[in-house]
């Protein structure tokens, strides 16, 4: 990854808005600017935040469980250890650095910790700027060695998918299908799942987030599998629903037609066209079947080092897409009581049209 | 759960405060003063929040994918979503209820939501104050209930670890030892780990906080399995440390001595003492042994719905533990290039003394 052109890219865009620094708190964000795989537990408890300055060298400031991995990940990086918390060590650091201005995260810092670092900062005569989504704005359009990484991830996630699939059987519990899948992931090398799969059976389908049951897969009825992974920091998302037995006409009918319509949010897509043009041109093709009530969520979302990014693709989001972002296109279609069909891919757009990234066609075309 | 008293007590609280009312969104404090089990994805994807007024009825608000799970969580409470989101509520709910004041969890809302509300309700002529730690200093003592909840955590962690303890071998790697137990975890109902486990072999054992590798557990070399669950909302942590194979002389003299400083630790333990005096007691134990500079973190931290919580075991809380308390006690050795030995139980603070939840004694007077 090529860490020097996006510092330089963010250091030209903080000069811009007239600030001396920005303290990169975010997990993802710090991991895009820097390499750096240290993990979070939850917001309270950091492995590190960037400092970047305007101009001169990134510091990269941690404490001291994670000083080996900070300094092997970023040796372009200062590394500074805060052995009092992060709080005790920057009202001493930035006047040394000649920082007078300093922005932060506020869509991911805490209310409170935001208010004493401005309370100490103050005193020392450094002002405190809340900016929002600068990083993530440079993270929506991938670049080559980002598709890279995407690829190898949705490469790995339809291995797992395809060495369970035949051991997926009527029977065993949702529970065991998501441990063999998540087991999987892990031995082939992922860094984990990039977010708990979704294995939901007959009516449970029904429910688009489920939460995987001790319930046995039922024969003959629909079986959803939503799972992604992490490999290198990032993240796929693939959804296949599918009958462990013999699907019956209904199935079969809704699944060509959550399938079409897949296809033609696929079709909608190049660089240029409205995000919500692209949800409404799957959404027809459900609508006209009469079944518009039946697909209650947006048809996708982008994917890159989180799984949940912009941009969405959804009535709500009027934007143009841009070449080199990379969402997932997954109508659905969910009837209480019967139970629900979910398909989903991962897609690049391109200047004309877009790049399918999945080749499993398990249950796609039948 | 007795959830009608807490919420009594807050709400006292909140009179003394002169607010007209909390909004709760840490997801442990919403699970403590409702037994909402919804859960959330990070801090930027909540799965609801608690509106508790100085008098009068709580609301739980959340978005339709919560509302069944909502409703059958908290049937005493208005269940009220939000389609367009929280912001959008708010602005419209307060005045109807006769709020004027709203104070708001500072440690568990990000600054930019902060702002946004401070600015949505000033316009409605609401005030919006920041508190903080109100919940988790009523959290601090365990009820009756709570510990029997604890207390079946710990015992179901115990049955994991002794299930899976035997068919520990070496050439076994990190990472199938800790998909070997989350995976027996989920199959004996837990809601999952508490914590990612840490499966630390040879000289990994050295770092204390060892993210499982796909290195083979090594033979005649220390092993240290960090474990725990959440059972009902409940968490657990258990250390041991032991030898696959043949331990050397090296190994049987330091893990007494870090049981010994264990038992030091224990036996401090009673209401009314300082917490810095129970890490200084079983401190002295590896200090005075010679190994003081290899016990680099604090002897231990409390446990309830979150894992970690307070109050911390350390050098640097002088605050006196109370009944009801409930606490690791954790004291480790840790040298480089050999490895490390850490033995952890939860114990109870009583009047009198300590009461330990842990009975596995796999490994500890050896």
Redesign the interface.
């Known amino acids: 990854m090529n860490y020097a052109k996006r510092i330089d890219k963010l250091q030209a865009i903080l000069r811009r808005q007239k600030v001396d620094a920005l303290l990169v708190s975010q997990p993802e964000n710090r991991r895009y600017l820097s390499g750096y795989t240290g993990?979070d537990?939850?917001?309270?408890?950091t492995s590190g935040l960037l400092l970047i300055p305007a101009r001169g060298r990134v510091h990269l400031l941690t404490d001291?469980?994670y000083r080996l991995q900070a300094e092997q990940d970023v040796p372009w990086a200062t590394v500074l250890l805060y052995p009092k918390g992060l709080l005790k060590l920057l009202p001493q650091l930035l006047p040394d650095l000649g920082i007078s201005s300093l922005a932060?995260e506020?869509?991911?810092?805490?209310?409170?910790?935001?208010?004493r670092l401005g309370e100490l900062l103050g005193k020392a005569g450094i002002a405190t700027v809340?900016l929002?989504g600068v990083v993530e704005k440079m993270r929506l359009i991938k670049d080559d060695d980002e598709i890279a990484c995407i690829r190898r991830s949705v490469a790995l996630n339809e291995e797992v998918f395809q060495e369970i699939f035949p051991a997926i059987r009527p029977g065993q519990t949702e529970?065991?299908t998501a441990?063999a899948i998540?087991?999987a992931m892990?031995?082939k090398g992922a860094e984990g799942p990039s977010?708990p799969s979704i294995i939901a059976s007959a009516e449970r389908s029904a429910l688009?987030?489920a939460?995987p049951s001790a319930m046995q897969i039922a024969k003959d009825r629909p079986l959803t599998v939503d799972m992604g992974l992490i490999l290198d920091g990032y993240c796929s998302d693939m959804t296949r629903t599918f009958v462990p037995g013999k699907a019956d006409a209904k199935f079969l009918e809704l699944h060509r037609l959550v399938r079409r319509a897949q296809l033609a949010g696929m079709r909608a897509i190049r660089a240029g066209v409205r995000a919500s043009k692209v949800d409404r041109a799957a959404r027809a093709v459900i609508a006209d079947a009469g079944y518009g009530q039946a697909f209650g969520h947006a048809l996708g979302h982008g994917v890159g080092l989180a799984v949940?990014e912009d941009p969405r693709l959804s009535a709500l989001n009027n934007k143009q897409l841009r070449a080199g972002m990379v969402v997932t296109v997954e109508p659905g279609v969910y009837l209480p009581g019967w139970g629900g069909i979910r398909l989903e891919n991962m897609v690049v757009v391109r200047e004309d049209g877009c790049e399918n990234l999945n080749t499993d066609s398990t249950w796609l075309d039948v």
């Open positions: 993990g537990h939850g917001i309270g408890e001291f469980r932060f506020s869509h991911y810092t805490l209310h409170a910790t935001a208010a809340p929002k529970i065991e441990l998540e087991a892990r031995l977010f688009p987030h939460v949940h």
